[in-house]
C-alpha cells in the first residue's frame, strides 16, 4: 500500500512534468520557426503520442518508485551522506552509467529480434515534443530499469538521483521537440556533448546516434551520424537550420 501510494505520487509527478515542459516548448517553438530541425512537417498525431507516454509514465515511476522507495526502507546500498560534493559527483556518475546503459540497450532494441518492441517509438521521424515516453512497455524498461536498479550499487544521494531523472526527462523531451535551440561548441567534436539535432537524426535516419547524454559510444562503435559535427557548425554559424545531408549523401 505504502508503495503504491509512492508510485502514484511520482507518476503525478512525471505527468505534471511531462504537460507543463511539452506546453512551454511548443509556444517557444512556434515563435522561431527558423530553428525547425527537418523541413517536412511534424505530422504525427500528437493525441496517439500523449495517450501513450500516460501509459508509459506509469512504468518510468514504477521503476523510479522501486529505486527509491527500496533505498527509503533501508534495502539497497546505504547511501553516502548529501554534501556539496557528493550532489554533483553522483549526478555525473549517474548520466555517464545511464548514458551506457541506454547506448547499449537501444543498440540491442535495434537489432532483428527486438525491433519489435522499439517500432511503436520510431512510427515518428519527425519527432515531437509528445514523443519522447511514446513508446510500447518493453522498450521503456529498456531505458528505465536503469532506476530501479542503480541504487542497489551505486550508494547514491537520493537528491542526486532525483536531480538525474528530472534532468533526463526534460533533457529528453528537448531532444524530441523538434527544433534546435543548443548547438554550440560543446555539443560536438572534441567535445562529448549532444544537442536536440542528435536524437533527431536517429529518428529521421535510424541507424545513427542511438546514446542519450554524451556521444562518445557512437563515436566509439562508429555509429554517430557521418555529418553530425558539421551540421552543428553549420547551426552554430548562422542560427537557423544549415544545410543538413543525409548520412549517404557526399559532401
Ligand atoms: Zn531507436
Ligand atoms: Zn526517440
Not at 530501479?148 to 531523472?165: D, E, K, Q
Request: overall charge positive; proline content about 6%; some cysteine.
Amino acid at each position: 500500500m505504502e508503495f503504491a501510494a509512492f508510485w502514484v505520487v511520482i507518476y503525478l509527478i512525471g505527468a505534471t512534468i511531462m504537460f507543463v515542459v511539452c506546453l512551454g516548448l511548443i509556444q517557444i517553438n512556434q515563435r522561431h520557426p527558423e530553428r525547425k530541425i527537418q523541413k517536412r512537417p511534424q505530422t504525427h498525431d500528437a493525441k496517439e503520442d500523449i495517450l501513450s507516454s500516460l501509459k508509459q509514465i506509469a512504468v518510468t515511476a514504477f521503476c523510479l518508485s522501486v529505486g527509491l522507495f527500496s533505498q527509503w526502507k533501508g534495502w539497497t546500498i546505504a547511501p553516502v551522506d548529501l554534501s556539496w560534493w557528493s550532489f554533483p559527483l553522483f549526478f555525473i556518475v549517474s548520466l555517464v552509467l545511464h548514458d551506457a546503459w541506454f547506448y547499449f540497450g537501444h543498440r540491442l532494441l535495434h537489432t532483428k529480434a527486438l525491433y519489435r518492441f522499439h517500432k511503436p517509438h520510431h512510427m515518428t521521424v519527425t519527432p515531437s515534443v509528445w514523443s519522447n515516453d511514446a513508446g510500447s512497455t518493453v522498450d521503456t524498461l529498456f531505458a528505465h530499469s536503469y532506476y530501479a536498479l542503480v541504487l542497489f550499487v551505486i550508494p547514491m544521494p537520493a537528491l542526486a538521483f532525483i536531480a538525474h531523472r528530472l534532468f533526463d526527462q526534460i533533457s529528453a523531451i528537448i531532444g524530441h521537440s523538434g527544433y534546435e535551440y543548443f548547438a554550440g561548441p560543446t555539443s560536438r567534436k572534441p567535445f562529448p556533448g549532444i544537442c536536440t539535432t542528435y536524437h533527431d537524426q536517429h529518428h529521421s535516419e535510424f541507424v545513427y546516434n542511438y546514446a542519450n547524454y554524451f556521444s562518445w559510444w557512437d563515436r566509439i562503435f562508429g555509429t554517430i551520424h557521418p555529418h553530425y559535427d558539421r551540421i552543428i557548425k553549420g547551426w552554430e554559424d548562422t542560427g537557423a537550420r544549415p544545410h543538413m545531408p543525409k548520412a549517404k549523401e557526399q559532401i
